[in-house]
């Protein structure tokens, strides 16, 4: 037997659940199917993956009514600095710092771990009656009529709905089922995460050294001395090191930051990810939408991938809300292009400038870094712009949906 549902969305990683939660709130009925059984996604102990989001995306979370309950678990982001550094010898002189009481809106972002943000979601997809989590199964197949769209489940379950999402990730079936097509590549760099305890207290400051084999951020996490480390290099060097026992490892990592938080020890599990680039040519099909990595995958280097999503939550429901308050189609044609025109040329946008500043900041080339070290000079040396750039990593700029601003649809 088809259960309908006013939505159905593919993936239930961490857009899913946003997703559904802001068009439940607004009425919708939700069917949410996600591959990962969630029992076992909502393991309680600490794994060192930790997410820097926006101040916007802290708005969206309190918006959605869980800000309350996570916020003694994040960590407040006062300060973001940016350097030029060398493998062996830490920073260069050239910093670039900007600190949160230059806008008045407060701290520009939070440090939340990834079990804290999923476990909060979970309980309130679980809390939501108008929501249904199907988890530990997968979208097979999906046909789209005149009316609305069907899939097909791995049990051989179906379920019908007026709109399909897919918030699937970058391997996004939703979207190769749809024929939408995907440009991209690899950066033949892999992502070594984890999480140290330091000596010294981090003072909510938010690091990110530019290095030959790719970024390396340090990121504050609550209690002051613990903070997690996404650190990018070649693909052969991470593997490498990656091998390494975790002394090692540690002894690797020191000397590419220095000594400024005092010593340091692993905290955390090892994870490694590949890194590329995946955009989608299309954010919709008919009867189906796209949002988050399934429609665009980017370098991890500014911490913007999960907050360009939940920029896709909020004008995702935000369009639909509107559009059913209208009366209209919401998996019509019309209605999914206005959520095409307000995200496909930001995000497009965005990925491409990350893209851009992972190939000027990751290499040797003296004349490079000179002309790096210059600009983050220059950048430093004007408020009026390092408050916009301030706004950028918040969140702020740009035509914002209302769950953004906090505020209800
Ligand atoms: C090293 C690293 C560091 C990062 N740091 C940050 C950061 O600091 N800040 C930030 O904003 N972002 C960061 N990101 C990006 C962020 O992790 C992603 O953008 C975000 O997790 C994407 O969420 P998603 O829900 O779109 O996709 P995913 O998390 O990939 O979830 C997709 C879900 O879909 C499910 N699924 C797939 N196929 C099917 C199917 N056929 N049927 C049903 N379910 C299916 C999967 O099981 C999964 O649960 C980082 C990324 C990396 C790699």
Redesign the pocket.
């Known amino acids: 037997m088809t259960q309908a549902a006013d939505i159905l969305i ?7 659940p946003a997703l559904a939660l802001a068009l439940a709130r607004n009425g919708f009925s939700v069917t949410v ?4 059984p969630a029992p076992q996604r909502a393991e309680p102990g600490f794994d060192g993956r ?4 926006a101040l916007a995306s802290k708005r969206l979370l309190a918006a959605l009514g869980l800000w309350d309950g996570l916020a003694s678990q994040a960590q407040p982001i006062l300060r973001v600095v940016t350097a030029d550094g060398t493998t062996a010898g830490g920073p260069s002189p050239f910093v670039l710092a900007f600190d949160h009481a230059e806008i008045e809106e407060g701290p520009m972002g939070y440090l939340l771990e990834d079990r804290f943000l999923y476990a909060a979601f979970l309980a309130a997809l679980e809390a939501e009656p108008r929501i249904r989590l199907v988890s530990g199964t ?3 197949a999906q046909e789209v009529g005149p009316q609305g769209v069907t899939v097909t489940l791995s049990t051989g379950a179906q379920l019908s709905g007026r709109l399909l999402v897919g ?5 996004s ?1 939703t979207a190769r089922r749809a024929g939408i097509r995907r440009s991209g590549w690899g950066y033949g760099q892999t ?1 070594l ?1 984890t999480a140290i305890e330091h000596e010294r207290p981090h003072e909510g400051t938010a690091w990110q050294y530019f290095l030959p084999g790719g970024p390396l951020a340090i ?1 504050p996490l609550p209690g002051g001395h613990r903070s997690s480390i ?1 650190w990018s290099e070649s693909d052969a060097a991470a593997a490498g090191i990656q091998r390494l026992p975790d002394a090692d490892y540690l002894g690797a990592l020191r000397p590419r930051f220095g000594d400024f938080l005092g010593s340091i020890r692993l905290a955390g599990d090892r994870f490694t ?1 590949p ?1 590329s680039l995946s955009l989608a040519h299309s954010f919709v099909a008919p009867r189906v939408a796209l ?4 429609a665009h995958g980017v370098h ?1 280097i500014a ?5 360009l ?1 939940l920029r896709d939550v909020a004008a995702l429901a935000e369009v639909l809300t509107l559009a059913a308050r209208r009366g209209e189609d919401v998996g019509s044609p019309l209605v999914l292009d206005r959520y095409q025109q307000w995200r496909r040329f930001d995000a497009t946008a965005l990925a491409l400038g990350m893209d851009m500043v992972n190939r000027l900041f990751s290499n040797d080339n003296p004349v490079m870094r000179a002309g790096r070290d210059l600009s983050m000079g220059i950048v430093n040396a004007l408020p009026g712009l390092r408050r916009g750039f301030i706004r950028q990593a918040a969140g702020l700029s740009g035509d914002l949906p209302r769950l953004l601003q906090g505020r209800p649809i």
């Open positions: 593919a993936g239930g990683g961490l857009n899913g199917v996600d591959g990962r930790a997410y820097a989001l997968t979208v097979e918030c699937d990730g970058r391997q079936g992502a995460v990121l996404v990810y890194l949002v988050g990595d399934a991890p911490g913007q991938g999960l907050n999503g």
